[in-house]
């Protein structure tokens, strides 16, 4: 079975153009960045896990970790390629999460509440799975370097993008503990963010794919997830936001 690449969803291999690498590498980054906060004996969920390779890459690190998505079909190949003991793919409607209140130890989803029309609900329901003492981590595009102040998305899955004060502000009016930073970028790597955002803008998004790959042969040997780090100071200018929150014990 076979998952197709969307323009939301990467399928880490035969990587076509050197901006597709590094968004990979960029996502990638955040599941190392969240190990550094995960138990190995915490019972994870991921929700919005993609093609998957995320949720197993954490599953190396863990007892047990259950990937969460709406698209059946991507559960069915995520549970053909990456099952395992501790590494489970279930569907869900997009509303509410089919556990029980505070079963889980943490709650993680990369690149997902921007699709999500009721960011609210969203984070109510993340808040009531959530143990407490429990963690959640979240990562979205910074609207700050790809948006002017009230511009609507340009991504057309995107129902909306967040500033690192918006997020805050969210996140914050359900868990009390609440750390916004920024996933940034050596130099070259944020000029090569920096151009596709502007060709994102631009009458680029409507050649065919065939005219867009401009890349050498061997970028992929240019770049590694040592090419990003975590901001904590000047979030503004960071590429993706990356919040850390953690519900309140009792």
Same mark, same amino acid.
């Given at each position: 079975m076979e998952l197709n690449k969307t323009v939301e969803r990467i399928v880490p291999k035969n990587f076509e153009t050197r901006e597709e690498y590094l968004l990979y590498l960029r996502h990638l980054f955040a599941y190392e960045e969240v190990i550094k906060f995960l138990d190995n004996d915490f019972r994870v969920l991921e929700i919005g896990f993609g093609e998957g390779y995320g949720t197993n890459f954490l599953a190396n690190h863990l007892n047990r970790i259950t990937g969460l998505d709406v698209n059946k079909k991507a559960v069915t190949y995520a549970n053909q390629?990456?099952?395992?003991? #501790?590494?489970?793919?279930?569907?869900?409607?997009?509303? %509410? $999460?089919?556990?029980?209140?505070?079963?889980?130890?943490?709650?993680i989803s990369f690149q997902v509440i921007e699709h999500i029309e009721d960011d609210h609900r969203f984070i109510k329901e993340i808040h009531r799975v959530l143990k407490n003492g429990g963690k959640s981590v979240l990562t979205t595009p910074n609207r700050k370097i790809r948006l002017t102040p009230g511009q609507d998305p340009w991504n057309e899955f995107?129902?909306?993008?967040?500033?690192?004060?918006?997020l805050d502000e969210l996140l914050s009016g359900y868990f009390h503990d609440v750390r916004v930073w920024g996933v940034r970028g050596d130099?070259?790597?944020?000029?090569?963010?920096? #151009?596709?955002?502007?060709?994102?803008?631009?009458?680029? %998004? $409507?050649?065919?794919?065939?005219?867009?790959r401009f890349v050498t042969e061997d970028f992929i040997t240019e770049y590694d997830t040592d090419s990003f780090y975590l901001e904590k100071k000047q979030v503004d200018k960071s590429m993706d936001l990356f919040a850390l929150v953690k519900k309140q014990a009792r």
């Open positions: 390629k990456y099952g395992d003991d #501790n590494c489970k793919f279930e569907h869900y409607d997009g509303n %509410k $999460l089919p556990y029980t209140d505070e079963y889980f130890d943490a709650v995107h129902i909306r993008e967040y500033s690192a004060s918006q130099s070259d790597v944020e000029t090569i963010e920096k #151009n596709r955002v502007k060709r994102s803008l631009s009458f680029y %998004k $409507l050649l065919p794919d065939f005219l867009k």
